[in-house]
């Protein structure tokens, strides 16, 4: 399957599963590449504790003229409200505490948002899309190291009876190289092959997750079958940007990603250019202040204003005034050569709205796999999918099978506020709400020249709330310091939330740490690991990149 008018100097990107697929008849080989929905199916196999089909997704399509943006992210139970997550003293629940259980589970929303997608622009028969997940699950694959140390780091998949599937009689996890089989998925799989969504939102399979959820050995959680078929996936309009000479498109809310990514790269437009942005391999000290700085400001927006936008109006009635060049203008006018420091970025006033809205506490966030993919068509796609934190709740459903394995169900709820109101009594517009999409970071991007419409690059990540800063330095390093996709994805990443800065372990100079400390930062070096995946177009033809911090490769011809 060749590009007829593009050559690649790499090949396509897609995830770890690609190099699980070698071995399967070239002919589905062929259609891998090209299948989102098909990658999907072989994600929840491969690998559970990122993605898969108890979770949910957001999807940015370009079918060679417009772009679209799927969402099939989760939604909290109508039963449920903004003291789902405090305990019986009214004080919010331990992380851990509350994800996993079943509390922390949102009504998944991937295959809906699959079966959508698939309905307007699917080439392939949607049953064809999970003959190879169908049959690695039954045959088996070869357990890869992440997901090893994953499972040798967890604890309570553990006490779920059905997580024997990955750990060996004694309790000790599987192996790295060890074959595992899931016959349960397998079976759960056909299902949806023959009959749809609905056999996940209906019937048996949904019962049997509901009863999970409801009848967890913790803390029961309140999903429904009602819940489960009443599910809708919903088409967006994208948001997309000016930023240079690009038209860069991304999620809308619930997504905070497109957003606070392209609020980070306003405000750096408008600061002053520093002598050296790339030192030595590294990000300079003196852009990385910049960026970390800008960071601050768009993660204190980010807290105060978005939200599912079926619940929160937008600050003056439209997301994209957050993105105005005036108001970010004087944003950028509140920095300088010093630090804000933890907690010195306040909110701005990009707009008017009904509602003063409280800010956002810190919380943990995890998770997630992307996934970018062009084909012989023109479409492109960038998917980031998720369950959340590893693992998800911890829960496994076997669809009332009773075979061995199945799938894990996410604790998306736990991206909500755990608390519904600030110290102040303001409503947080983040907040448990029935019905209601949790905010997320997720950063799905396709950029465009602004100039000819070509596709430029599909780009994403997983990582929490880092995806911001590894989407936003990767389009950083590849569209204005001119680095290729793989030399971008390769660079170090520092991040702030708005509080402490990490900076990559063992990645920077200790010049580096000692330079940023000196102008007011909280310095600290952490594990940061990123699943950065980004296909380019150069004068040579697509260029594909992948994270060497994960297992993601590039495949395609």
């Known amino acids: 399957m060749r590009l007829p008018a593009i050559p690649f100097r790499r090949r396509l990107l897609v995830p770890v599963t690609a190099t699980l697929m070698l071995g399967l008849p070239f002919?589905?080989?062929?259609?891998?590449?090209?299948?989102?929905?098909?990658?999907?199916?072989?994600?929840?196999l491969v690998e559970p504790q990122s993605s898969?089909?108890?979770?949910?997704?957001?999807?940015?399509?370009?079918?060679?003229?417009?772009?679209?943006?799927y969402d099939g992210r989760e939604t909290a139970p109508a039963a449920v409200n903004g003291e789902l997550f405090l305990d019986e003293t009214g004080e919010p629940l331990a992380f851990m505490e509350a994800a996993a259980s079943g509390l922390s589970v949102g009504v998944p929303g991937t295959l809906r948002m699959l079966e959508l997608a698939h309905a307007e622009h699917g080439r392939l028969p949607w049953a064809e899309l999970f003959g190879p997940a169908i049959h690695l699950a039954e045959q088996g694959f070869m357990v890869s190291p992440r997901l090893a140390t994953s499972l040798a780091s967890e604890q309570p998949l553990r006490d779920d009876p059905l997580g024997s599937v990955f750990y060996y009689p004694?309790?000790?996890?599987?192996?790295?190289?060890?074959?595992?089989?899931?016959?349960?998925?397998?079976a759960i799989l056909r299902e949806i092959a023959e009959h749809g969504s609905a056999a996940l939102h209906e019937g048996s399979i949904a019962e049997d997750l509901v009863a999970r959820v409801q009848g967890h050995h913790t803390r029961g959680g309140a999903m429904t079958t009602?819940?489960?078929?009443?599910?809708?996936?919903?088409?967006?309009?994208?948001?997309?940007?000016?930023?240079?000479?690009?038209?860069?498109?991304?999620?809308?809310?619930?997504?905070?990603g497109h957003l606070t990514v392209m609020q980070i790269l306003g405000v750096l437009e408008h600061l002053p250019e520093v002598d050296s942005v790339v030192e030595e391999g590294v990000p300079s000290e003196a852009w990385l202040h910049q960026f970390l700085e800008a960071a601050r400001l768009a993660f204190a927006d980010r807290g105060r204003y978005i939200a599912d936008p079926d619940f929160v109006e937008a600050p003056g009635g439209d997301w994209s005034v957050m993105l105005s060049p005036d108001y970010l203008a004087l944003r950028a006018e509140l920095l300088g050569e010093e630090s804000l420091g933890s907690g010195g970025a306040q909110p701005g006033n990009p707009g008017e709205l009904a509602t003063a809205w409280g800010q956002h506490p810190d919380q943990p966030e995890y998770g997630t796999s992307h996934i970018s993919i062009v084909d012989e068509h023109g479409n492109a796609i960038a998917m980031t999918t998720t369950i959340e934190a590893a693992f998800g709740a911890r829960i496994l459903a076997d669809g009332g099978t009773g075979l061995?394995?199945?799938?894990?169900?996410?604790?998306?709820?736990?991206?909500?506020?755990?608390?519904?109101?600030?110290?102040?009594?303001?409503?947080?517009?983040?907040?448990?709400?029935?019905?209601?999409?949790?905010?997320?970071?997720m950063s799905p991007t396709l950029v465009f020249d602004r100039d000819s419409g070509e596709l430029v690059a599909s780009l994403g990540s997983p990582g929490g709330a880092a995806i911001i800063h590894y989407t936003a330095k990767a389009l950083v390093a590849m569209l204005d310091w001119g680095l290729d996709a793989q030399e971008a994805l390769d660079l170090p990443h520092a991040i702030t939330l708005g509080g402490p800065v990490f900076l990559e372990e063992g990645r920077f100079p200790t010049e580096t740490l000692e330079a940023l400390s000196a102008r007011g930062h909280d310095v600290s070096e952490r594990e940061l690991v990123?699943?950065?995946?980004?296909?380019?177009?150069?004068?040579?033809?697509?260029?594909?990149?992948?994270?060497?911090?994960?297992?993601?490769?590039?495949?395609?011809?």
């Open 27 to 44: 002919a589905a080989q062929a259609e891998v590449a090209f299948q989102y929905d098909l990658v999907q199916m072989v994600l929840a």
């Open 52 to 69: 898969g089909i108890g979770g949910g997704a957001f999807l940015m399509h370009h079918d060679g003229e417009s772009v679209a943006a």
């Open 170 to 186: 004694d309790g000790e996890p599987l192996q790295a190289g060890i074959t595992l089989k899931n016959p349960a998925l397998a």
């Open 226 to 256: 009602a819940d489960l078929a009443g599910y809708e996936a919903k088409r967006r309009d994208p948001l997309c940007t000016a930023w240079m000479a690009y038209e860069v498109c991304g999620f809308p809310p619930p997504s905070s």
């Open 404 to 441: 061995p394995g199945g799938y894990l169900l996410n604790n998306e709820l736990t991206d909500f506020s755990f608390t519904p109101e600030d110290e102040a009594g303001n409503l947080i517009a983040n907040r448990v709400e029935a019905g209601k999409r949790p905010r997320s970071s």
């Open 530 to 557: 990123s699943g950065l995946q980004a296909i380019q177009r150069t004068e040579s033809g697509f260029f594909g990149g992948a994270d060497p911090r994960r297992e993601g490769v590039v495949m395609g011809d």
